[in-house]
């Protein structure tokens, strides 16, 4: 038996070394017996077929035998003496015998076998050097002499003791045999070297190294998209500084737990956010110089302005003055407040009793009252379901199938109730699979309760994302566009490769086909094991060969020039192809893919997408039009107009405008300061067709306000109102707030400003002429009002002038010129009160 002379004496692991080129490498040949020669042709590669298959008649077997010989050569390896010298060579038996007894025996025997085998020299003829490499040139002899008494871990230990004793002698000379066969011999010490002495293999744990610069940065590339950076964190840390060294727990953990935290802060929290960053400033800025120049306000109302003409009804039913006095009172129950609460209540429990159920179920006399409580509280349910739903069909009648909440509502209920009938009838129908989907139906409900006030914060949300899911589709055009490209590409380069001995590339995840491939890369676009499939598909033909099996080198798996040959040898139905090596041993191919796949995917298009929805919840924080509109339909409905005529007087218009900004301001909705409540009052005057005194109404707001006053108001004029009124309570000090919204319609683009006017014009009231806004009407009123008190005034003056003493000459010159200046301008105001209030039907007073 052969005796290491220390620990940090080398023992070499000798292996066929399969990627060996005669031009690229600079040792001799092996022998051919040891080593033989490669498979050169399709016929010579074994087969991967079953028994039976494999012993078909007029099969060429004779040279599947040359393919299975260079596997089992290629896969064999040999725990050997590097060189095959001792302490003995150098110092004698008597300092063997009393100084080498501290290491592992490699065969079992004695240290008088020892002696025996040295003497005979059998460890050096059986030696990895002299097996593998038996011709060396003698360059390499002195380089390697050399390289063995400088090395830093190989006899740095015994030499540094004592560079003259028999050990660092034995120590250089094993090393240095093994540097005279690099390709074949690898040694190993320390650790490593007991690890292969008692049977065991001395590999890395994990797919990652940090052995030359391109592993580390492919690593830390790996890292900062967080995908099994934790594994390598804790590799690390169990890591010793030495070299060959057994990794224990937690040896420099402090070091690198804070290094490699510390560059996830620094590539995944900074770098990569910092790039989501840049794309999604320069999305938005793409986005804006697209749009349209408008203000945040214009915005709003045009966005109001589409969402009204959007909407087919306001309220379920209307004219409710005409309906049957049975039907009012159940429309009033549907309708009332503390009626849907109750549904939403019931929704709720319902919801929680559905997440209680537990599968199996435990059926024992115990447990008897739960299911029972649970079946009687179903029962319950459904009945106030289907009550809710006669109720409305009742009320509402062909209004009901309007709204999809009921259309969804009663396929709920028809759908429970019919399983319900189905069990009970003991037809041996499976309805199981229907009560499935009916459950998952009937869970679906408790997204009602956005409709709450409550829970609009979190209705923004779901619109941002109803939204987002709208503009997305771009996007998703992009992003399907580059899958469907890579995956060409991974079926062009990887649909031959093996799919053995791996968790992440296996018969589920490959290249096989375009479907498996999309499949593949879709998942891999979320980040899951995108890196461990890489390394899988960067297997070269040592990995395979030294992890118990093999590959096909690409260029004998050739599929059109040899397919029936690769058919019979069952490697068409289970490929196991080699990629394709740029030089012998390297393999960029699928880093190149693989990186660039997620780094396109995974930081550009997936960040794109962010942006697309970011942007999609700045508009719904932005604009609350829909928040607007049901703030005044409820107003409207609940105060103004209880029977749904969806009209309002004037009067009533104007403190509904001011009463819906006020709960607006309440909710967050729009912001700016409280506005005074505005009382305008009623008039007896029969040629006002307003009912009321318009003169009195604020000149601040009626600006704002583009209506035109007549007896009766519709809920669609008034809501636009409110819009605009809200953009002047935002911006009181801003006086162009109003010309941009009269103005906004031709800033806007052609195509969606068709679209408003479009919806705008279903629901023009007919027969409708637009006139002067409510502002020239007011300034009418306003100028009306002073040409009267003017004549008052006049007429008072001249009923003085009448009853006093008659004066000098001179002063009744001054009195009748001012008289006549006065009633020039009386008739100048009188002029234009006429121009302005003709259009109302406001008749002015007449000079007389």
């Known amino acids: 038996a052969w005796q290491r002379a220390s620990p940090d004496t080398p023992i070499c692991v000798g292996r066929c070394d399969p990627l060996w080129r005669a031009p690229f490498?600079?040792?001799?040949?092996?022998?051919?017996?040891?080593?033989?020669?490669?498979?050169?042709?399709?016929?010579?590669?074994?087969?991967?077929?079953?028994?039976?298959?494999?012993?078909?008649?007029?099969?060429?077997?004779?040279?599947?035998?040359?393919?299975?010989?260079?596997?089992?050569?290629?896969?064999?390896?040999?725990?050997?003496?590097?060189?095959?010298?001792?302490?003995?060579?150098?110092?004698?038996?008597?300092?063997?015998?009393?100084?080498?007894?501290?290491?592992?025996?490699?065969?079992?025997?004695?240290?008088?076998?020892?002696?025996?085998?040295?003497?005979?020299?059998?460890?050096?003829?059986?030696?990895?050097?002299?097996?593998?490499?038996?011709?060396?040139?003698?360059?390499?002899?002195?380089?390697?002499?050399?390289?063995?008494?400088?090395?830093?871990?190989?006899?740095?230990?015994?030499?540094?003791?004592?560079?003259?004793?028999?050990?660092?002698?034995?120590?250089?000379?094993?090393?240095?045999?093994?540097?005279?066969?690099?390709?074949?011999?690898?040694?190993?010490?320390?650790?490593?070297?007991?690890?292969?002495?008692?049977?065991?293999?001395?590999?890395?744990?994990?797919?990652?190294?940090?052995?030359?610069?391109?592993?580390?940065?492919?690593?830390?590339?790996?890292?900062?998209?967080?995908?099994?950076?934790?594994?390598?964190?804790?590799?690390?840390?169990?890591?010793?500084?030495?070299?060959?060294?057994?990794?224990?727990?937690?040896?420099?953990?402090?070091?690198?737990?804070?290094?490699?935290?510390?560059?996830?802060?620094?590539?995944?929290?900074?770098?990569?956010?910092?790039?989501?960053?840049?794309?999604?400033?320069?999305?938005?800025?793409?986005?804006?110089?697209?749009?349209?120049?408008?203000?945040?306000?214009?915005?709003?109302?045009?966005?109001?302005?589409?969402?009204?003409?959007?909407?087919?009804?306001?309220?379920?039913?209307?004219?409710?003055?005409?309906?049957?006095?049975?039907?009012?009172?159940?429309?009033?129950?549907?309708?009332?407040?503390?009626?849907?609460?109750?549904?939403?209540?019931?929704?709720?429990?319902?919801?929680?009793?559905?997440?209680?159920?537990?599968?199996?179920?435990?059926?024992?006399?115990?447990?008897?009252?739960?299911?029972?409580?649970?079946?009687?509280?179903?029962?319950?349910?459904?009945?106030?379901?289907?009550?809710?739903?006669?109720?409305?069909?009742?009320?509402?009648?062909?209004?009901?199938?309007?709204?999809?909440?009921?259309?969804?509502d009663f396929s709920c209920v028809f759908a429970t109730i019919a399983g319900i009938i189905l069990s009970v009838a003991n037809t041996g129908i499976n309805i199981s699979s229907v009560a499935s989907v009916s459950r998952i139906f009937r869970i679906a409900r408790i997204l009602k309760l956005l409709k709450f006030k409550a829970l609009r914060p979190l209705n923004k949300l779901f619109r941002s994302l109803g939204i987002s899911l709208v503009k997305l589709a771009n996007v998703g055009v992009v992003a399907f566009l580059f899958l469907i490209l890579f995956s060409i590409l991974g079926v062009n380069v990887f649909s031959g490769v093996s799919t053995t001995g791996s968790d992440t590339f296996n018969e589920h995840a490959n290249f096989r086909h375009f479907v498996n491939a999309f499949t593949l890369l879709f998942r891999a676009s979320t980040g899951e094991a995108w890196n461990e499939i890489m390394h899988d598909l960067s297997k070269d033909q040592v990995d395979w060969f030294r992890q118990g099996s093999w590959c096909t080198p690409a260029e004998l798996f050739d599929t059109e020039a040899s397919y029936y040959v690769l058919k019979e040898k069952c490697l068409i139905d289970n490929p196991n192809a080699c990629v394709v090596d740029l030089i012998p041993g390297w393999c960029p191919i699928p880093w190149m893919y693989w990186v660039s796949y997620t780094l396109f995917m995974g930081l550009v298009i997936m960040n794109v997408v962010i942006a697309v929805i970011l942007e999609g919840y700045e508009e719904t924080k932005s604009s609350d039009e829909v928040s607007i509109i049901e703030t005044c339909r409820t107003l409207w409905g609940s105060k103004y107009d209880r029977d749904h005529r969806m009209v309002i007087t004037f009067p009533e218009a104007c403190r509904f405008i001011v009463e819906s900004i006020t709960e607006l301001q309440k909710d967050g909705s729009i912001a700016g300061d409280r506005i005074p409540e505005i009382d305008v009052p009623t008039t007896d005057d029969t040629n006002n067709m307003t009912g009321c005194d318009l003169s009195r109404f604020p000149m601040k707001f009626a600006k704002a306000l583009d209506i035109t006053p007549r007896n009766f108001v519709t809920f669609e004029a008034a809501v636009k109102q409110v819009v605009r009124f809200a953009a002047v309570v935002e911006s009181p000090d801003d006086d162009d707030v109003v010309p941009q919204l009269d103005n906004c319609d031709s800033q806007l683009q052609s195509k969606e400003m068709k679209n408003i006017l479009e919806l705008e014009a279903k629901k023009a009231e007919p027969g409708l002429v637009p006139g002067d806004p409510l502002a020239s009407h007011i300034a009418a009123m306003m100028m009306q009002r002073m040409v009267r008190e003017a004549l008052a005034r006049y007429r008072k003056r001249k009923q003085r002038n009448r009853m006093g003493n008659a004066g000098d000459c001179e002063d009744d010159e001054k009195r009748k010129l001012e008289l006549k200046r006065q009633h020039d301008i009386y008739l100048k105001c009188i002029a234009r009160a006429i121009e302005l209030g003709a259009t109302i039907g406001v008749r002015p007073p007449m000079p007389g």
């Open 25 to 408: 490498n600079s040792t001799f040949a092996p022998p051919p017996d040891l080593c033989p020669r490669p498979y050169l042709t399709a016929e010579e590669l074994p087969h991967t077929c079953s028994e039976q298959v494999a012993e078909h008649p007029g099969r060429n077997t004779y040279k599947e035998e040359i393919g299975f010989l260079y596997i089992e050569k290629m896969q064999a390896f040999y725990v050997v003496p590097c060189g095959g010298s001792t302490v003995l060579s150098f110092t004698g038996a008597d300092e063997a015998k009393t100084g080498a007894g501290w290491g592992s025996d490699l065969q079992g025997g004695s240290l008088d076998s020892a002696w025996a085998d040295v003497m005979g020299t059998p460890a050096q003829r059986m030696s990895c050097r002299q097996q593998f490499c038996p011709d060396v040139d003698e360059g390499r002899m002195a380089r390697c002499k050399h390289e063995s008494e400088i090395h830093p871990n190989f006899c740095a230990d015994t030499c540094g003791k004592d560079k003259e004793s028999g050990a660092c002698k034995s120590c250089r000379e094993e090393y240095q045999a093994a540097c005279e066969c690099p390709d074949f011999c690898t040694p190993l010490i320390k650790d490593a070297a007991l690890c292969v002495e008692q049977g065991g293999e001395w590999q890395q744990v994990l797919s990652q190294n940090f052995d030359n610069v391109f592993n580390a940065m492919l690593a830390l590339v790996e890292i900062s998209t967080t995908e099994g950076w934790v594994n390598v964190m804790y590799a690390a840390c169990d890591t010793s500084f030495s070299p060959y060294v057994q990794p224990l727990r937690d040896t420099n953990a402090p070091i690198w737990m804070f290094m490699f935290v510390m560059w996830i802060l620094l590539s995944f929290m900074f770098l990569m956010n910092l790039g989501v960053g840049i794309i999604v400033d320069k999305f938005m800025e793409m986005r804006a110089e697209g749009k349209d120049n408008i203000t945040p306000s214009q915005r709003r109302w045009l966005k109001s302005r589409m969402s009204l003409g959007a909407r087919s009804t306001v309220f379920n039913l209307q004219n409710l003055h005409l309906l049957p006095s049975w039907r009012r009172q159940v429309y009033d129950i549907v309708e009332h407040r503390f009626f849907e609460r109750f549904i939403m209540s019931c929704i709720v429990f319902n919801t929680v009793l559905m997440a209680l159920v537990t599968f199996p179920e435990l059926e024992t006399a115990d447990t008897a009252w739960w299911r029972n409580f649970v079946s009687g509280a179903n029962y319950t349910f459904v009945s106030v379901f289907t009550i809710e739903a006669i109720l409305k069909l009742l009320a509402l009648q062909r209004n009901y199938w309007k709204e999809t909440w009921n259309v969804f």
